[in-house]
C-alpha cells in the first residue's frame, strides 16, 4: 500500500507524536510505500526507504503556523494518491485517518475547574487565548463526516470525542501510543530512576 503519514515535525528529541509517527514509518515502510508530510524533519534513518515532503514553513506564529499547515497540507496531499492517509494534526485533507491526540475543547472546559486566581497565575492567558481561537481547525478532522475513522490514544479522549465532537462512536477506535519494548524494559527504568535519584537526590 501507498501510506501518508501527516505530522507538523517529524523526528528529532520532540515530543510525543513525533516518535509515533517515526516509530510507525519506520516499522511500515519495509512492506509498504511510505511518505511523511512534515513541516520540520529530522532523518534519523538515512537508509530507509521513506520518502519525505516537506510543507513550508513561514511564520514564527504558532497561531499562524497552524493556519498555513492546515490548508498547505491539503494541496500537498492532493498531489498523490494514497491508500491511507493517517493525520496526526489539523489538516484541511478530508477522509483520513485522524490520530487524536487532545481536543482544545475539553481542556479548556476542565481549567473551569480549577481556582481561576492560581491559574492566571500559572498559566499565561495567551497560551489559552490561542487554543480558543485554534480550536474549529485544530477539531476539524474530528467532526462527523469529515473522516475515515478517529484513533483515540486514550479513554478519556475518546469519551471527549463523542461529547464534544459529537463523532460517531463507530468511527472511533480506541488504541493507546505503542512503545518500544526493547527500549523502554524494566531494567532501563531502574538503571533510570538509580542515576536520578544520585542526580536530585
Known amino acids: 500500500m501507498r501510506i501518508a503519514f501527516v505530522t507538523q515535525r517529524y523526528g528529532?528529541?520532540?515530543?510525543?507524536?513525533?516518535?509515533?509517527v517515526e516509530e510507525l514509518a519506520k516499522r511500515f515502510c519495509?512492506?509498504?510505500?511510505?511518505?511523511?508530510?512534515?513541516?520540520s524533519i529530522v532523518r534519523g534513518d538515512e537508509h530507509l526507504p521513506i520518502y519525505y515532503h516537506r510543507i513550508p514553513f513561514r511564520a514564527r506564529s504558532w497561531s499562524l503556523n497552524q493556519v498555513l499547515f492546515f490548508f498547505l497540507s491539503y494541496f500537498y496531499l492532493l498531489r498523490h494518491r494514497y491508500?491511507?492517509?493517517?493525520?496526526h494534526a489539523?489538516?484541511?485533507?478530508?477522509?483520513?485517518?485522524?490520530?487524536?491526540?487532545?481536543i482544545p475543547q475539553a481542556a479548556l472546559l476542565r481549567l473551569r475547574q480549577f481556582d481561576q486566581a492560581l491559574l492566571r497565575r500559572e498559566v499565561p492567558f495567551k497560551q489559552i487565548r490561542r487554543f480558543i481561537f485554534m480550536r474549529p481547525i485544530i477539531e476539524y478532522n474530528f467532526k462527523r463526516g469529515r473522516h475515515k475513522h478517529v484513533i483515540a490514544i486514550s479513554s478519556t479522549i475518546y469519551e471527549d470525542l463523542i461529547t464534544i465532537c459529537k463523532t460517531p462512536p463507530e468511527h472511533i477506535s480506541f488504541i493507546p501510543n505503542g512503545f518500544d519494548v526493547?527500549?523502554?524494559?524494566?531494567?532501563s527504568r531502574v538503571m533510570a530512576r538509580q542515576k536520578v535519584v544520585q542526580q536530585f537526590g
Open 83 to 87: 491508500d491511507i492517509v493517517h493525520l
Open 182 to 187: 526493547q527500549r523502554f524494559t524494566r531494567v
Open 12 to 20: 528529532g528529541p520532540g515530543g510525543g507524536i513525533e516518535r509515533v
Open 30 to 39: 519495509h512492506e509498504h510505500e511510505v511518505h511523511v508530510y512534515a513541516q
Open 90 to 102: 489539523p489538516s484541511l485533507y478530508r477522509k483520513g485517518i485522524v490520530t487524536c491526540h487532545g
